[in-house]
């Protein structure tokens, strides 16, 4: 067991049940989170908009979550191992980093936000790539 990759798949986790919720209570959350006031506007005026894009996001971040449980032997060896937590870690770092530049710029989204959730995503992207460097040879 790996314990770098449990806490990975149980943040990715998490952050899915987050997204959940955004689509659950709707404009607050969205405003709460920093996903920009269209789509709160959207999501108050009952588009499927918020709801489509935040379900995306809830899926993929659902298979991450698998993948890390995967590698961490948690449940059973998922295809392409290494390869997929390989490109989750690299999302996760070039979003994290990405993310500091467009503090100046937000694009509809307050600077907070982006700082943020810069963080957080180069704080999972390290989890990821410390599980990953440990299991390397294994995955």
């Known amino acids: ?56 996001i809830v899926i993929l971040l659902s298979i991450w979550s698998l993948y890390a449980f995967s590698a961490a032997g948690v449940i059973s060896r998922l295809p392409f191992l290494r390869l997929v937590l390989s490109l989750i870690t690299l999302i996760y770092l070039v979003r994290g980093i990405a993310g500091i530049f467009l503090i100046s710029s937000p694009m509809g989204r307050t600077p907070e936000f982006w700082l943020w959730s810069s963080i957080i995503c180069l704080l999972f992207g390290i989890i990821h790539f410390i599980g990953v460097k440990q299991l390397w040879t294994s995955l």
């Not at 798949?9 to 049940?17: E, I, S």
């Not at 209570?25 to 709801?51: C, D, I, N, V």
């Open 1 to 56: 067991m790996n314990v770098f990759l449990i806490v990975a798949g149980v943040l990715n986790a998490f952050v899915a049940l987050l997204h959940l919720g955004c689509i659950y209570f709707g404009a607050p959350w969205y405003r709460f989170f920093g996903a920009g006031e269209k789509m709160a506007t959207l999501a108050e005026q009952g588009s499927l908009h918020p709801t489509v894009i935040t379900s995306i």
